[in-house]
């Protein structure tokens, strides 16, 4: 089957269904195509901190009422530092901004309810892009496949918003692009457990054993997350050891974690990945199809909805008045934000995470940079700015 529309968008991650949304506001149509089933994508546990940027965004898409109803808002976050602990006043040292506690996967599906509610068209699931064509014409095709039938899509702009393992990346010409990797000699293992957090906010705790962080979901599950080796597996990682060495790297006198139940347990690699260009023709990369951080500076859902907005000023802009600047500048109107947010990110990752091949002279540094970051305002200023969003 054969369908036209304005902008073709791959992946129903956060990127893509928030651009569907501000688009469809907008009135301008877009077909989304995802390749896995909705209760996939719904419930693929990821990122839980939202920066005001995020929120503002997701409220000029209509999509904040579950979110203002039942996001938890921090005014502060505490980091942790063999058990002595320093809170990071972050309404007092940005000026009034905070962090908002709400799931991806929330935001996930309250973006799908929207968009299914306005058209039940909106989102193709288990709808793979297999290839994107014509993208030096004014008519990109997306050729699809979905319950074993091929079907083309052709549009005036393709969003590729499928993230880091999809196919937009790489249709671009790889003379054209360039990219540049770190992957971290650690992992994270993270939990969803049934019980009340610990603490009102989140805690980020350097260790000898390695780095723990507590996060939370609602006033009755907990997230938390431990460095593991890149080696280990699931079965290495029993409750009772989970629950060990969350006590030891996160604890400190007179405090105690409680345990209880653990429903839900992934490990995720940490890497630091970046893609320039992110476009090509009328290809625009949107979200970790054109970048990856580690989830330390809690920046990757982040940089996906930063990038989203500026997409989607730019199609505005082009549909308003066939005005291209912004279009045609989207790259490096990302890439300055893109860079910034990956230098803080491996900032944050390397000063709290253990390196197996680190010198005892790192772990003086790592000590100097934590006490040079709480000791003096100005330094936990700018980090408290650049962890709300502020600075980048
Ligand atoms: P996404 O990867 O979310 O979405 C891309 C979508 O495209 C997916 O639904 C995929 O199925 C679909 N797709 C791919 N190929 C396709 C094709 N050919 N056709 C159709 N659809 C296709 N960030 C944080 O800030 N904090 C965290 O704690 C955190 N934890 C993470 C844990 C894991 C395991 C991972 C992988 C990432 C984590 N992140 C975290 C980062 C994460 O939140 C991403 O930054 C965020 O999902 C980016 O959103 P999108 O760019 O929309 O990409
Ligand atoms: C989470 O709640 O999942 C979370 C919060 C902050 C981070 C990473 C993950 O830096």
Redesign the pocket.
Known sequence: MHHHTQVGI?????????LSQLLTKKGIRSVL????PRA??EN??????LEQGTVDRLRQAGATDRLDREGLVHDGVILSFNGQRHRLDLADLTGGSRVTIYA?TEV?KDLIQLRLSESEEAIRFE????AITGLDTDRPTIE?TQHGESHTITCDFVAG????????RQTIPAHLTTTYDKIYPYC?L?ILAKIPPSTQELIYAYHANGFALH?MRSPEVSRL?VQCAPTDTLDDWPDERIWAELQLRLGTQGWTLTEGPIFEK?I??MRSFVSEPMQFGRLFL????AH??P?T????????VA??GVLFEGLSAWYDSGDRTQLDAYTDACMRRVWRVQEFSNFMTEMLHQNPDKLPFDAHLQAARFNALVDNRTASQLVAKRYVGLAH
Request: proline share 5%.
């Open positions: 791959i992946g129903a991650g956060p990127a893509g269904l928030l195509l995802e390749n896995r996939r994508v693929r546990q990821r990122a839980g901190l991806q996930v709808a793979e892009a297999t699809y918003c499928d993230g880091f393992h999809g196919i937009s994270w993270g996060s997350y992934t995720t690699p949107a979200g970790d199809s990856i951080v989830p500076g809690a920046k990757g859902l982040n940089m996906a990038d989203t």
